[in-house]
DNA sequence: TCCGGGTTCAAACGCCTGTTTGAATTGGAA
DNA sequence: TTCCAATTCAAACAGGCGTTTGAACCCGGA
């Protein structure tokens, strides 16, 4: 492979991650993708073996560089307090709503997925080694009794990540007339605070008996 | 319109609200419906104006089959104890889990829309009196401090909403291989305590500067 | 210089989408 | 019965989709 066609699967893979990410990988054609890219129709074909072929790169680049980030690395969250992992996670999951940078779109691809899985993304996920689910799990068992059982820190940290994700794929419809919510720094750090806020108050209590006002 | 004009269009209706609710608007094609339906191509522009005119109508009908339901009728919720009605409609949203009735249609096609709205969902709640998340507002306000601002409250009734609808939408892939999680009346029971016993224990903490440990 | 594999390119293919057409059929009113 | 509008129907249309084709191009090595 001689340099000039590194090139061209770079310009590819750039416009793909960044038209994935904004409009998800179903509404999102080859055309659009070689447009934005300024690369001809069969390039895709050519180095990647077609659209899904190369929305299985884009996805695996997408895993490496989130499993390898702050937001969700192991070893830095357990050496915060769980509240301020958990705060620090939910910020790390609401940044598309502010930052247009690698990272965000890596998450908000992930975003698009929770809504409604590709073919390509089930196949990611049934050989990934580990879960793009476990950090979250990871987190909430920090608060979960501590005889929880596995299924039920599942279906909490996919609560969890579903407050997150339905503020990051409506980001424009809620900034909209309807809801008309300023999307600052302001609105998603008090925002973050109300999704860590009530997962701290909340998850203790998930197995008692007692649950009445606090 | 006679009579077998409007037969025709009940068989389309049915068949609409039955594809849109398993598989959403954008992934259902009028060749669908109209199979399904047993009727010609054509039937649906000459009754609907076409798909979307189709769906404005399904969406009507599903909205007021959801409003005039006591799970998220106000009054009925008003007569329980916020407790009671946070967990009642908990269990409401994730109904279309366990049955498949036409209210679970109902509240399966809202949750494709909370995962990307279509034009004419976005237009229909832009000119529906009442938003469909009032009932949910009404209930997280009964657990939210009082001096709550109401951005706030319908932050959080969103992310209420958005934890229920991570499940419907992907039932089908939590039941299978990596989660494996067995959809019956028990598990629902469970999820729904679940989220219930999260937002009771969690809401009241929103606004409070202390948020330790419970 | 000429060759040949890697790469780019314009064009087309086959399929699916929502919609339109114009003729055939139906069924109640005159 | 006759008529006419409402309804049904098979067929086609125009456009988007992912992919394939085969020729053109580039460029290092013989």
Redesign the interface.
């Known amino acids: 492979m001689t340099r000039p066609a590194e090139h061209t699967r770079n310009l590819i893979i750039k416009a793909a991650v960044a038209l994935f990410a904004e409009k998800?990988f179903?509404?999102t054609s080859v055309r659009d993708i070689v447009t934005k890219a300024r690369v001809n129709q069969a390039a895709i074909n050519y180095h990647f073996k077609g659209k899904d072929g190369l929305y299985a790169e884009v996805l695996k680049l997408a895993f490496d560089g989130l499993t390898k980030n702050a937001g969700v690395d192991a070893a830095e969250l357990k050496s915060l307090s769980r509240?301020q992992a958990l705060r620090h996670f939910v910020r790390h999951q609401l940044r598309p709503l502010l930052f247009k940078d690698e990272m965000s779109r890596y998450i908000h691809m992930f975003a698009w997925e929770?809504?409604?899985?590709s073919k390509v993304f089930?196949k990611f996920?049934?050989t990934s080694t580990t879960?793009y689910l476990s950090a979250a799990v990871d987190i909430v068992r920090r608060?979960l009794p501590p005889d929880t059982e596995e299924?039920?820190a599942?279906?909490?940290a996919?609560?969890l990540?579903?407050?997150c994700?339905?503020?990051v794929?409506?980001r424009d419809?809620?900034a909209q007339?309807?809801?008309r919510?300023p999307i600052d720094e302001r609105f998603v750090d008090?925002?973050a605070?109300?999704?860590a806020?009530?997962?701290?108050?909340?998850?203790?209590?998930?197995n008692?008996a007692g649950?009445?006002?606090?």
């Open positions: 998800g179903e509404r509240e929770s809504a409604h899985p089930r996920v049934a879960s608060f299924r039920a599942l279906c909490a996919i609560a990540m579903g407050q994700n339905v503020f794929r409506n419809l809620f007339d309807p809801f919510m008090d925002l605070d109300l999704i806020k009530v997962a701290i108050g909340g998850l203790p209590h998930v008692g649950v009445e006002t606090a």
